[in-house]
C-alpha cells in the first residue's frame, strides 16, 4: 500500500474530547469577557443567534428564520460589530484549543514509544531502513534536498501582528496548563490569565484601520523568524538526527547538511503591485539582513557565557589557536581590548571577536536602513556568512578535539544551523514582474538606438535573434535613462539594485526573477538582457557569466499547454545555454495555480499541471539540464493549496528530484509558522514527504499505470468543459460580483495588492485569482475547488459499475488521484448550500440567481455522491474525523455570521430600507455606517472556515 493511501487516521492530529473540553472553556470565558466589558446586549444576541441558527441547521423552521433574521435588522453597526468579533475571536480560541491538543497528542504518542505517526521522521527513516535502503543512499539522497517554502504577502491575511502575539501567549498559557499539575490556587490564577489575555484580545481591533504598506507586510513576514522558526529549525535537523540515528544505528556514517532555506515574496513581488519600487527592494533586503544578524549576536552573547573554558584545563586545537593568533590585531585595534582580557579563557575572547565583527555588519546595515546612501567603509565585519562560519566550526572542532563534544552541540550547534541556513540574507527574495514590462522596456531600449529596430515587428525567431546579439555585445545600448519613461526607468532600476545588494550584502540575497505571463521564449530572453545591462550577466574574454536565475510562470491553461515549446526553444538557443550553463545550469520553472483554476476549473487545472511538470522536467533531463519546480500555491485547495506532505507525494513520480520550492500565502503563515511548535511540525511533515517524494533520485520510481493516466485526461477535459460551461455562460459574473462580498473585499485592509490587474474591469480575465476565491468561500459556494468534478466523473463512468471499480482502485493506489478527491472533500464539507441559497437574495434578477444557484448546487450534489462512490465513504471526510469535527463545530457560529453578512450587505448596498419595517432602519444615504461591520464579517467568516484567498 503506497503512503497516501494508508489509514489518515495515522496521521496524528487533535484529541477530540480534549479539545471539546478547551473550546468549551474558551467559549465560557469568553462569555465573562462579554459580560463584564461589552455593550449590554452583545452577550445575549450572541447566544441567542447561535441557538436559533443551530436549531434551524437541524430542522428548518421558516418562522424562526424570519424571526433571526428580524433581530440581525434591528441592530446597529456598533452592537453587531461586537457580535460579529464575538464570533471571530471564538474561532481564533477554538483554533488555539485544537493546535494546543495537537501538540500534547504528539507529545504523548512520543513518550509513549514504539514508532511515531505516518510523516514523522521516526516513521519515514524505519520505513527506509526496513525497505534496504542502505546508509550510503540515504546520504546520497540527503545531499541533493533543498526544502524551500517561499512567503508571500498575497492579500488573503486578516490577523494583525498584534493579534497574532496575543494569541500566542493564550496558546502559551493554556500549554503550560494542560502540561503542568497545579493545586486550587494556582488554577485560578491561571484561568486569569487566560481572561486578562482574552479581555485584551476584546479590546484590541482586529480590523486593520489603514491599508497595510509593503514595508508592513515585510515586517509581518519577519514575524514568523522571531516568533518560531529560529527556534524551530535548529530542533527539526536535531529530531532528524535522531530518528536517522534510531533507523541505521548510533554508528551509521551519515552527515546531515542544513537543506531547509526560506524565500520571500514581499518586497520584490511588484506584479500588478504598483507600491513595491526598486528602492522598496533594497529596503526589505537590508531589513532581512538586520534581523538575521540580530539573531546572531543574540545568540553569541549567550554563547559567551556558557563556553567558559579555561586554557589551564583543556588544550584548544592548533587550527583554533593560529585563527586567535590572526585576530591579534583586530583585538587589539579595532575592538580596542587589553590582551589580559579573556587571557585564558579562548572561547570567550574568539565569541568576543565574533560578536564585535557582526555587531559592525549590524552598524552598517543599520545605517543603510536609516540613509540608503550612508558611507560604510569605515564599518569592518565579515565579508560573508562563510567567514561567520569558520569561525564557528573552529570552535565547534576544537572543543571536539579535547572531549567537549556536549558542549559543541547544543547551542553553538543550533547557531551553526541558523547560519548554514540563513547566512546574513535570512531569505531569498524573488523577485517578479509582468511579461508586458520587460517587453515594453526592451522595446524602448531598441527605438532609441540607431537605425531604430522596431522590435516589435519581430517574429520571434527574430526577437530571439536580436536579444542573443545584444546580449553578448560588449556595449550593447547607448543609455541616458534620463530621456526614457518613468516605467522603463524603474524596470532597468529593478536590477541595478538586484546587482548593488548582492554586492552589499550577500551572493544569495535573491532567489529567481519570476516572470508572470509567460507566453513565449523571447519574454525570458529580455530579462536576460536587462540583466546584461546591469552587469548580472553577460559575456567578458573570460567567458559566459550570469548571477541571476530566472524563472518562467506559466499560468493559464494555454500557456501549461505550450510550456515544453517555450522552453525547448530557451533550451535550443546558444546564447541562453551558455549562461544557464554559467549559472549553475539549474532551470527554475515556476507553475501557477492559481489562475490556471480560475481559467480551466479545479481538474482541468491540477491534469494540466501534473502533465506540464512530466514535460519540462523530462525536456530538462534531455538537455542535461537540471530543473527546480515551483510551486505557486495558494493556502485554499481552488489555489493550489491542502497539507503539504500529500501535496509533495502527489506530484509526478521522478519530478521532484529531492527539491521542492513552493509559496505559502496569507492565512497559511499563521496557520503553520506563529508557534513553534506547530511549525515545527508541519516542516517535519513537509520535509518527510519530500524525503519520501525523492526515493527517485536513488531508485527507479514505479510509474503510474497508463490506464490510470487516460482516465485521468478523460475526467480532467470533462471537468474543464463543465467549468467552462458555468463561467463563460452569459451573467455568471453577475451572479458573483452580486452574491457574494467581492466588492467589499477589495476595500478590506489585508494587503497592500489591488483585487483587481485594471480598475473598472469586471472580468474573470481582470479579477485575481485570489479574491474570486475569497468572495465564493465568503458566500458558502467555494465552487473553484470543486465545480466540473461530478460531471467528470458521472460521464465517464455512467452506470457502468466496472469503471466505478476502476475509480475506486485508482483512489486507493494513486497519490495524485488520492490527493485530488481527499481535498474535493473538504472544500465540499466547507460548502453549504443552504447559506449559498440565502447569499442569491442580494441579486437584482432573482430569476437568473435561482437559474445559476440551481446550476451549482446540481453539480454540489453530483459531486458529493460521486467523490463518496469512489472513497467508498458514507459521509465527506469520514477518513479525517478530528478535521470533520473542527470544521463541523464551526459552523455553529457560521451560520449566523453568513447571515449577519448577507444583512449588512443589503444595507451597503443601500437595500436596508426594503429589509426592515423598523423605523431605525437606515436609507442608502448612510450606507457607509455598515462598512465596518460588513468588513469585520468577512474576517470573522474567513476565520471560522480557516482560509481566505
Given at each position: 500500500?503506497?503512503?497516501a493511501?494508508?489509514?489518515p487516521?495515522e496521521r ?6 480534549n ?5 468549551a ?6 462569555g465573562e469577557v462579554?459580560?463584564?466589558h461589552?455593550r449590554?446586549r452583545?452577550?445575549?444576541?450572541v447566544?441567542?443567534?447561535?441557538d436559533?441558527?443551530?436549531?434551524l441547521?437541524e ?5 424562526l ?14 452592537t ?11 474561532f481564533?480560541?477554538?483554533?488555539i ?9 504528539r507529545r ?5 514509544g514504539?514508532?511515531l ?6 516513521h519515514t ?9 542502505s546508509p550510503?543512499?540515504?546520504q546520497?539522497?540527503?545531499?541533493r534536498?533543498l ?6 504577502a498575497?492579500?488573503?491575511e486578516?490577523?494583525r501582528?498584534?493579534?497574532?502575539e ?8 493554556m ?6 499539575v497545579?493545586?486550587g ?6 484561568m486569569?490569565?487566560i481572561v ?5 484580545l476584546?479590546k ?7 491599508k497595510?504598506q509593503v514595508?508592513?507586510e515585510?515586517r509581518?513576514?519577519l514575524y514568523?523568524f522571531?516568533a518560531?522558526?529560529f527556534e ?5 535537523y536535531?529530531?532528524?538526527?535522531k ?6 544505528g548510533?554508528h551509521?556514517d551519515?552527515?546531515?547538511?542544513s537543506?531547509v ?6 518586497g520584490?513581488?511588484?506584479d500588478?503591485?504598483?507600491f513595491?519600487?526598486?528602492?522598496t ?7 532581512h ?9 543574540r545568540?553569541?552573547?549567550?554563547l559567551t557565557?556558557i563556553?567558559s573554558?579555561s586554557?589551564?584545563?583543556?588544550q584548544?586545537s ?9 585576530d ?5 585595534g ?9 587571557l585564558?579563557?579562548?572561547y ?16 552598517r ?13 569605515a564599518?569592518?565585519g ?7 562560519l ?6 565547534r ?16 550547534a543550533?547557531l551553526?544551523?541558523?547560519?548554514e541556513s540563513?547566512?546574513?540574507h535570512l ?7 509582468e511579461?508586458?514590462?520587460h517587453t515594453a522596456?526592451?522595446?524602448e531600449?531598441f527605438?532609441?538606438?540607431p537605425?531604430?529596430?522596431?522590435y516589435?515587428?519581430?517574429s520571434?525567431a527574430?526577437?530571439?535573434e ?8 560588449p556595449y550593447p ?7 526614457m519613461?518613468?516605467?522603463t526607468?524603474?524596470t532597468?532600476?529593478v ?7 548582492r554586492?552589499?550584502i ?10 508572470s505571463?509567460t507566453?513565449?521564449a523571447?519574454?525570458?530572453?529580455e530579462?536576460?538582457?536587462?540583466a ?7 559575456k567578458?574574454p573570460?567567458?559566459w ?6 524563472a ?10 505550450r510550456i515544453?515549446?517555450?522552453?525547448s526553444a ?25 489562475d ?7 481538474l482541468?487545472?491540477?491534469w ?6 512530466e ?9 542535461g539540464?537540471r530543473?527546480?519546480?515551483?510551486h ?6 481552488g ?8 501535496a ?8 521532484v ?6 509559496t505559502e500565502?496569507?492565512?497559511v ?7 513553534p511548535?506547530?511549525?515545527l ?6 520535509v518527510?514527504g519530500?524525503?519520501?517524494a ?5 531508485e527507479?520510481p514505479?510509474?503510474?499505470r497508463?490506464?490510470?493516466?487516460g ?5 480532467a ?14 451573467g455568471?459574473l453577475?451572479?458573483?460580483y452580486?452574491v457574494?462580498p467581492?466588492?467589499?473585499i ?6 497592500s495588492r489591488?483585487?483587481?490587474?485594471k480598475k473598472a474591469?469586471?472580468?474573470l ?7 474570486w476565491?475569497?468572495?465564493?468561500a465568503?458566500?458558502r ?9 461530478g460531471?467528470?466523473?458521472e460521464?465517464w463512468r ?5 469503471r466505478l471499480?476502476?475509480l475506486q ?5 494513486w497519490?495524485f488521484f488520492?490527493?485530488i478527491?481527499?481535498n ?14 440565502s ?20 453539480e454540489?450534489?453530483r459531486?458529493r ?9 458514507h459521509?465527506?471526510m ?10 463541523a463545530r ?10 449577519v453578512q448577507?444583512?449588512l450587505?443589503?444595507?451597503y448596498?443601500g437595500g436596508a430600507?426594503?429589509?426592515s ?5 437606515p ?18 467568516v474567513?476565520?471560522?472556515m480557516?482560509n481566505?484567498g
Open positions: 500500500m503506497t503512503d493511501a494508508a489509514d487516521s496524528l492530529t487533535v484529541s477530540a474530547p479539545a471539546e473540553q478547551d473550546i472553556l474558551f467559549a465560557n470565558l469568553l462579554l459580560r463584564e461589552s449590554k452583545v452577550l445575549v444576541v447566544e441567542r443567534l447561535r436559533g441558527f443551530l436549531a441547521r430542522q428548518d423552521d421558516p418562522e428564520r424570519t424571526k433571526l433574521m428580524k433581530r440581525i435588522d434591528q441592530l446597529d453597526p456598533q453587531l460589530s461586537e457580535v460579529i468579533r464575538a464570533y471571530s475571536i471564538y481564533s480560541l477554538a483554533h484549543a485544537e493546535e494546543v491538543q495537537s501538540f500534547l497528542a504523548a504518542r512520543i513518550s509513549a514504539g514508532r505517526w505516518r510523516g514523522s521522521f521516526d527513516l524505519r520505513q527506509f531502513a526496513e525497505d534496504g535502503v550510503e543512499r540515504f546520497a539522497l540527503l545531499d534536498l526544502y524551500l517554502p517561499v512567503f508571500t498575497h492579500p488573503t486578516a490577523k501582528r498584534t493579534t497574532l496575543t494569541q500566542r501567549r493564550i496558546f502559551l498559557l500549554l503550560d496548563w494542560r502540561r503542568s497545579l493545586n490556587e494556582e488554577e485560578q490564577e491561571r486569569a490569565e486578562r489575555e482574552i479581555q485584551i476584546w484590541t481591533d482586529e480590523v486593520r484601520v489603514h497595510p514595508m508592513d515585510v509581518q513576514g514568523f522571531h518560531s522558526l524551530t529549525l535548529p530542533r527539526l536535531s529530531n532528524l538526527e530518528a536517522v540515528r534510531r533507523a541505521y548510533a551509521a551519515i552527515s546531515l547538511p537543506f532555506r526560506f524565500g520571500s515574496w514581499i520584490g513581488d511588484r500588478g503591485n504598483p513595491v519600487k526598486p528602492e527592494t533594497a529596503l526589505a533586503v537590508r531589513m539582513c538586520e534581523v538575521a544578524l540580530i539573531e546572531y549576536i545568540r553569541v552573547k549567550a557565557r563556553l573554558h586554557n589551564t584545563l583543556v584548544p592548533p587550527a583554533f589557536l593560529d585563527s586567535l593568533d590572526d591579534e590585531d583586530y583585538w587589539l579595532d575592538m580596542g581590548q587589553t590582551p589580559r582580557r579573556y585564558h579563557e579562548p570567550r575572547r574568539k565569541l568576543a571577536i565574533v560578536r564585535h565583527r557582526l555587531e559592525a555588519n549590524l552598524a546595515v543599520q545605517a543603510r536602513i536609516e540613509n540608503p546612501d550612508a558611507p560604510t567603509d564599518v569592518k565579515y565579508d560573508d556568512a562563510n567567514q561567520l569558520t569561525d564557528l566550526y573552529l570552535v572542532d576544537s572543543l571536539v578535539s579535547h572531549g567537549d563534544a556536549s558542549a559543541a552541540g547544543g547551542p553553538l543550533d551553526i544551523r541558523l547560519v540563513f547566512g546574513f531569505v531569498q527574495l524573488d523577485v517578479r514582474q511579461s508586458t514590462r522596456a526592451v522595446t531600449l527605438a532609441r538606438q537605425g531604430a529596430p522596431f516589435e515587428s519581430y520571434e527574430q526577437k530571439l536580436a536579444l542573443a546579439s545584444a546580449i553578448a555585445h545600448f547607448l543609455i541616458d535613462k534620463g530621456t519613461t518613468g516605467e526607468r524603474e532597468l532600476e536590477f541595478e539594485v538586484m546587482a548593488r545588494m554586492a552589499e550577500s551572493d544569495d540575497v535573491f532567489g529567481a526573477y519570476v516572470i505571463m507566453h513565449s523571447s519574454h525570458v530572453m530579462v536576460m538582457l536587462l546584461r545591462l546591469a552587469g548580472l550577466a553577460g567578458t573570460q567567458g557569466h550570469c548571477d541571476i536565475r530566472i518562467p510562470l506559466f499560468e493559464t491553461i494555454e500557456d501549461l499547454a515544453d515549446a517555450v522552453m530557451l533550451f535550443d538557443n546558444a546564447t541562453y545555454a551558455a549562461l544557464l550553463n554559467a549559472s549553475g545550469n539549474l532551470q527554475e520553472v515556476m507553475l501557477g495555480y492559481s490556471s483554476c480560475k481559467d480551466g476549473g479545479i482541468g487545472s491540477a494540466n499541471l501534473y502533465e506540464a511538470q514535460k519540462i522536467v523530462g525536456l530538462a533531463e534531455s538537455r539540464v530543473c527546480r519546480l515551483f505557486g500555491r495558494g493556502g485554499t485547495i489555489r493550489g493549496g491542502g497539507p503539504t506532505h500529500e509533495i507525494l502527489s506530484q509526478p513520480d521522478d519530478t528530484h529531492g527539491q521542492i520550492k513552493f500565502q496569507g492565512e503563515l499563521s496557520y503553520r509558522y506563529a508557534n511548535e506547530t511549525a511540525y508541519e516542516l517535519t511533515m513537509g518527510s519530500l524525503i519520501k525523492s526515493r527517485c533520485v536513488i527507479p514505479a510509474k503510474p497508463k490506464d490510470y493516466l482516465i485521468m485526461g478523460e475526467l477535459r470533462y471537468g474543464e468543459e463543465a467549468y467552462r460551461d458555468l463561467v463563460d455562460a452569459p455568471l453577475d451572479y458573483f452580486e457574494t467581492v466588492d467589499a477589495a476595500l478590506l485592509n489585508i494587503g489591488p483585487s483587481h490587474r474591469d469586471r472580468s480575465a481582470s479579477i485575481r485569482a485570489i479574491p476565491v475569497f468572495g465564493w465568503q458566500s459556494h467555494t465552487l473553484p475547488a470543486w465545480y466540473g468534478i460531471s467528470a466523473i460521464r455512467g452506470s457502468d459499475l466496472e471499480a476502476k482502485k485508482m483512489y486507493e493506489e497519490p488520492r490527493a478527491l481527499s474535493t472533500q473538504m472544500s465540499l464539507f466547507k460548502a453549504e448550500m443552504h447559506i449559498a441559497a447569499y442569491t437574495q442580494l441579486a437584482t434578477d432573482p430569476a437568473r440567481a435561482e437559474a445559476f444557484y440551481g446550476r451549482i448546487a446540481d454540489y450534489e459531486t455522491t460521486q467523490v463518496l462512490n469512489i472513497a467508498g465513504l459521509g465527506l469520514e477518513e479525517t474525523p478530528d478535521l470533520q469535527l473542527s470544521l464551526r459552523n455553529t457560529y457560521l451560520d449566523p455570521l453568513n447571515h448577507i444583512a450587505l443589503h444595507r448596498r430600507a426594503k429589509q419595517d423598523s423605523p431605525d432602519a436609507g442608502s444615504d448612510d450606507r457607509e455606517q455598515w462598512l465596518d461591520p460588513l468588513l469585520r464579517s468577512i474576517n470573522a474567513a476565520a471560522g480557516r481566505t
